[in-house]
């Protein structure tokens, strides 16, 4: 219970009238009152009240709050309606002038016009208003001048409450940030403001450091979802990189999985040649990549090239060969096949002379000279074979292609990368087939190749690989198409399932409108799905 002179009622709350005990007591409060309004004359309404209360007895409130049944917040007490003047009024304007720190000052009495204290905290946003602290954030020769207010800032961040309430606050007006990006501060202070999350790939990066500097967590996981729902061949080393800086090891397992599938495509990217020495260590070591060794080989001088750039040397293979030190040996080239060597690693200049001949004798001699450089070979990954058929058969009128087109949908629930299709082949003896692979996403093409492949005559399924793995999301239906030309007499599945669950992985199949050859779920070709997962 309080007792206090001039106070408003709330809503939900109810009010018994009370007056002081003698006349005696009125006038004392009249007069506290009139002395009160004298020092306060530059408030017009404030004199005005002053003055009544003088003659009039002064009227206390005693608040009781009333039981509700439920508990409302300010957005069910005011619907929130579009203003008659919605250029002025509007938050996502104001979020739109904010991130040009236009500054401009809002529209008189604009606490009335937002129901919700989040949307009256989204227009303090980059807002000069009521800013009690600056923060110049950037690099020298591309800072940015931001302001902020503590209060909210340390409602959003342990630090920032640290920096302005802790037992070693210092009270400085403006706040220098060099390592920040000012696009990922002005993302952090966004989140913290309007509890919007606005995501880019070009700063999405620099948004995760900041908000793992400043320990904003829910943030980051959102910045991690994104690099995980964008991560792909071209930019998994450099995200690699960056997971194992920031401690994400789920991200880490993405990155991995995806340079594992796609390896020639990872190591052939500029994104490669951007990675630290560590990471490149890391990845040379990699037992599982999924790469021929010459491709690693090269991928090691892009990289090395780029480094004596960075570290300001001159182009030549002595440089190139130091900036790699240890790492060449990580590199398993009497792995490669004897052409690869013969024709690349050999004649690069990289190796020693001795290194060189030790090599060839390992390939040529019954007594192989010990070297440093790795001799076995990866083991890379073992493909999956997603088999969609309880059968397959082949009659008279076997199935027949003429240039048509053999299709099928399918999805998956988990990533995978599809290597390639198993096919069928002629069941009237060996022939050898020309087939033109296909994968598209909502008619979009993915990935395709064009190849031979020799049939024995049995019913077994012969695989047919694209050129690199292609990379599946879950829960989105792919289409997988094959137009194949040979022998006509073939094999083809029946008793087809909708749902094959292969190892970890459930695919789903359906039939598909590309398909004018006859093939579906319960029959035709396409009978394997090739994938790592």
């Not at 219970?1 to 005696?24: D, F, I, Q, V, Y």
């Not at 989040?118 to 954030?137: G, I, P, Q, S, Y």
């Not at 099928?408 to 003896?429: E, M, N, P, T």
Request: proline residues 4%; glycine residues 6%; aromatic residues 10%.
């Amino acid at each position: 219970m309080s007792k206090c002179p001039g106070w408003g009622l709330r809503s939900g709350h109810r009010a018994r009238r009370r007056t002081t005990a003698s006349p005696e007591a009125r006038r004392s409060a009249g007069e506290t009152v009139k002395n009160r309004s004298k020092k306060s004359s530059k408030k017009a309404n404030t004199s005005s009240s002053s003055s009544n209360s003088s003659k009039l007895p002064p009227v206390c409130y005693e608040i009781i709050t009333l039981k509700t049944k439920k508990k409302k917040m300010a957005a069910d007490i005011f619907p929130r309606k579009k203003p008659a003047n919605s250029s002025s009024t509007s938050v996502q304007q104001y979020h739109q002038q904010n991130l040009s720190n236009n500054n401009l000052i809002p529209a008189p009495n604009w606490q009335g016009l937002y129901p919700t204290i989040r949307e009256r905290n989204a227009v303090m946003f980059n807002n000069d208003l009521m800013a009690d602290v600056h923060f110049v954030v950037g690099p020298p020769g591309g800072t940015q001048r931001l302001p902020g207010h503590k209060y909210v800032l340390a409602v959003g961040s342990s630090v920032f409450h640290a920096m302005f309430y802790g037992e070693l606050a210092e009270d400085k007006d403006e706040i220098r940030i060099p390592d920040v990006e000012p696009a990922a501060f002005l993302a952090m202070l966004k989140y913290i403001y309007c509890d919007e999350i606005d995501l880019a790939a070009d700063t999405v990066l620099a948004t995760l450091y900041a908000a793992k500097k400043y320990i904003v967590p829910h943030l980051a996981r959102a910045c991690v979802n994104f690099l995980e729902t964008s991560l792909s061949a071209k930019n998994a080393c450099v995200l690699l990189s960056q997971s194992c800086l920031f401690e994400e090891p789920d991200l880490t397992q993405r990155c991995w999985e995806v340079i594992d599938a796609q390896a020639e495509l990872a190591l052939k990217s500029e994104g490669f040649c951007d990675i630290d020495f560590q990471t490149l260590e890391s990845i040379l070591r990699r037992e599982t990549l999924n790469a021929k060794e010459i491709v690693v080989f090269e991928a090691a001088l892009n990289w090395a090239e780029v480094e004596c750039q960075r570290q300001d040397l001159a182009l030549s293979i002595e440089n190139k060969r130091k900036v790699l030190g240890k790492a060449l040996y990580l590199i398993r080239i009497p792995t490669m096949a004897l052409d690869d060597f013969a024709n690349g690693a050999a004649q690069s200049g990289v190796l020693t002379l001795n290194e060189t001949n030790d090599i060839f004798l390992w390939y040529t001699a019954a007594k192989k000279p010990e070297l440093q450089f790795v001799s076995k070979a990866r083991k890379g990954l073992v493909p999956q074979r997603c088999h969609r058929f309880q059968s397959c058969a082949y009659r008279s009128n076997q199935w027949r292609y003429r240039g048509r087109c053999d299709s099928i949908q399918f999805a998956v629930d988990k990533r995978v990368f599809i290597a390639g299709f198993g096919l069928y082949g002629s069941s009237c003896g060996s022939a050898e087939y020309s087939a033109k692979i296909e994968l598209k996403r909502q008619g979009v093409v993915l990935g395709q190749n064009l190849s031979k492949y020799f049939s024995d005559g049995s019913s077994n399924t012969f695989p047919v690989w694209f050129e690199y793995p292609v990379q599946i999301e879950p829960d989105t239906f792919y289409t997988a198409s094959v137009i194949l030309d040979g022998n006509e007499l073939s094999y083809f599945g029946q008793e087809g399932m909708t749902e094959v669950q292969c190892g970890k992985v459930t695919v789903q199949f359906q039939c598909s409108s590309d398909s004018t050859n006859g093939t579906g779920v319960q029959g035709g070709q396409i009978p394997e799905l090739i994938f790592y997962a």
